[in-house]
C-alpha cells in the first residue's frame, strides 16, 4: 500500500473538516520542528550539547542545555508562519506572544520542548510533547489566564519520541494516529491509524521509590498488583519505569498498560509532579482517543479548570479498567472520610 505522509494525512484531515488550514500548518512546523530537536539530540556528546546550561527553568529545575535548545527550536519554528497567536512553553515564566513583525494566527501552542531531560546525558529516550488551544476572538495580546483552558477543549496534541526511531503521535479528537520519521526522506510517514489501548493490562509504571509517601488508596491499589497470582487479582504484573513520561506513555499507547505519577507527601503542596498544560492533557487527549483513560485520581484530567499556566496535578492514564480501579479506590477513600 502506498505510503502516506504526514502532510497527506494533515490534507485528509482537512478535507474530512476535523482540522482548518492553519492548524495544518502549525502541525506541520511543529513536526519540522522537532525533526531538528532530534538531530540535535542524536548528536550526543559530538554535538557539545549534553550537561547543564547552567540556568533553573520556572520550575526551578536545573536546565539541560538540549531544553533550552529545544525551546529555541520551536519558538524560532513558530514565529513567523502566521498561524500562531502566542507559545507558552515549561521552559519560559510567561507566554512568549509572536513578534509583531509577523502576522498573528488563531492558535496558542503550548509545549514541554524536551520532556525527561534528565535521561538525556544516559542517552535514554526523551520526547517532545505539545497541546494546542484556539486563542479567544477578541483577544490579540494573549496572556497566561488565554491558556488556562481545559482539556476538553483542545484542537489538537501530540508528542515526537526520539527514540531507536522517531515517532510522532497525533490526535485531533478523531483517533490517535502514529508516524513514523523516515531520515532518508525526512518525512514522517504514517505508520499506526486510530490506535487502539487494550482495556486490559499486566503492566504498570511508577516510580516505587516514593511508596511510602504515596496516600493509602494508592498504597492499596498497588499492593494489590505486587501481590500478582497470590493476591485478590489472582495474576502477576510487570513493572516498567522509564523516568521519560513520553517513553512510558508511547509504551502504554503501544502495547497498553497504565502509568502513575500519584500525588505523595512529599509533593503534595505542588499538586503533583507532572505539569496539566502540556504534559497531562496532551497526554490525556492521545490516550483517551485511543480508548485509553487519563484521571487525576480523583477526576477526568481533561475536565480540570486550569488555574495556572504550570499548575501540576497526579496522573493516571492508560488501560481504562485499571485507571478506573485506581481512582475508584481513591473516589471510596474519599467519600470514607
Ligand atoms: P521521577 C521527567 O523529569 C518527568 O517530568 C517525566 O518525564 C517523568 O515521567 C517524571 O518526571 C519522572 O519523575 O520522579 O521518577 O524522576
Not at 527514540?163 to 508516524?179: A, D, K, R
Amino acid at each position: 500500500m502506498k505510503p502516506v505522509s504526514l502532510i497527506q494525512f494533515l490534507i485528509e484531515e482537512r478535507r474530512a473538516g476535523h482540522i482548518n488550514t492553519e492548524l495544518s500548518l502549525l502541525i506541520e512546523v511543529v513536526a519540522r520542528a522537532c525533526k531538528r530537536i532530534g538531530v540535535a539530540t542524536g548528536k550526543g556528546a559530538l554535538g557539545g550539547v549534553l550537561g547543564a546550561a547552567g540556568t533553573d527553568n520556572v520550575q526551578g529545575e536545573a536546565q539541560k542545555k538540549l531544553d533550552v535548545i529545544s525551546n529555541e527550536i520551536l519558538l524560532e519554528a513558530n514565529a513567523w508562519g502566521g498561524h500562531l497567536a502566542a507559545c507558552a512553553s515549561e521552559e519560559m515564566e510567561d507566554p512568549q506572544p509572536i513578534p509583531d513583525m509577523y502576522p498573528k494566527g488563531q492558535h496558542l501552542l503550548l509545549f514541554d520542548p524536551l520532556d525527561g531531560s534528565s535521561n538525556i546525558d544516559v542517552n535514554i529516550s526523551v520526547g517532545t510533547i505539545f497541546s494546542v488551544l484556539r486563542c479567544p476572538d477578541d483577544v490579540t495580546e494573549p496572556k497566561a489566564e488565554h491558556f488556562l483552558q481545559p482539556g476538553t477543549t483542545q484542537l489538537a496534541a501530540g508528542y515526537v519520541v526520539y527514540g531507536p526511531s522517531t515517532l510522532l503521535v497525533l490526535t485531533f479528537g478523531h483517533g490517535t494516529h502514529e508516524f513514523t520519521l523516515d531520515r532518508e526522506i525526512g518525512s514522517f510517514i504514517l505508520s499506526r491509524r486510530d490506535i487502539r489501548i487494550p482495556e486490559q493490562t499486566g503492566e504498570f509504571a511508577i516510580n516505587m521509590s516514593n511508596q511510602r509517601h504515596w496516600e493509602a488508596p494508592m498504597q492499596r491499589y498497588i499492593g494489590e498488583l505486587l501481590a500478582g497470582n497470590d493476591g485478590p487479582r489472582g495474576r502477576d504484573f510487570n513493572m516498567r519505569w522509564v523516568a521519560s513520561m513520553v517513553a512510558d506513555v508511547h509504551r502504554i499507547v503501544t502495547r497498553g498498560g497504565v502509568f502513575f505519577y500519584p500525588l505523595d507527601a512529599k509533593i503534595k503542596s505542588k499538586g503533583g509532579k507532572l505539569r496539566l498544560m502540556y504534559e497531562a492533557n496532551p497526554m490525556a487527549f492521545i490516550v483517551e482517543q485511543a480508548g485509553g483513560a487519563a484521571t487525576t485520581g480523583r477526576e477526568r484530567i481533561m475536565e480540570v479548570q486550569p488555574t495556572g499556566l504550570h499548575q501540576r496535578v497526579p496522573v493516571f492514564l492508560g488501560s481504562s479498567q485499571e485507571v478506573e480501579q485506581a481512582t475508584r479506590y481513591h473516589r471510596e477513600a474519599d467519600n470514607a472520610q
